[in-house]
Nanobody, 125 residues
Framework: QVHLVESGGGLVQAGGSLRLSCAASIRSSNAYNMAWFRQAPGKEREFVAALRRTGGYTYYADSLKGRFSISRESAKNTVYLQMNSLTVEDTAVYYC??????????????????WGQGTQVTVSS
């Protein structure tokens, strides 16, 4: 239904920036909410940011708001995650996800039906 491919991960120094990309190949006529999640070693997967399928509304984890931003280029079917002022604690595998859930569930990883393979982000001190 939706094939997602993340890219842009890598090694960056603390205080630096990185932009992740999620290219979506959508075969369905549905509009999709798009989101980023991350999973650090030994920790549960957590919500990072989301973009609602209509209206362009954005959502962020409270701890990340102001440093991370989500955006899209509709013509390219691509969603981005701009990450600034990175810290070692931001080190994780970052996953792109797509879903048709209602607004109240947009932060819930279990409500997403489509996932990318993930891209590693490593922040060094």
């Amino acid at each position: 239904q939706v094939h997602l491919v993340e890219s842009g991960g890598g090694l960056v120094q603390a205080g630096g920036s990185l932009r992740l990309s999620c290219a979506a190949s959508i075969r369905s006529s549905n509009a999709y909410n798009m989101a980023w999640f991350r999973q650090a070693p030994g920790k549960e997967r957590e919500f990072v940011a989301a973009l609602r399928r209509t209206g362009g509304y954005t959502y962020y984890a409270d701890s990340l708001k102001g440093r991370f931003s989500i955006s899209r280029e509709s013509a390219k079917n691509t969603v981005y995650l701009q990450m600034n002022s990175l810290t070692v604690e931001d080190t994780a595998v970052y996953y792109c996800a797509a879903g048709t859930q209602i607004q109240s569930a947009i932060r819930d990883q279990h409500s997403y039906s489509n996932w990318g393979q993930g891209t590693q982000v490593t922040v060094s001190s």
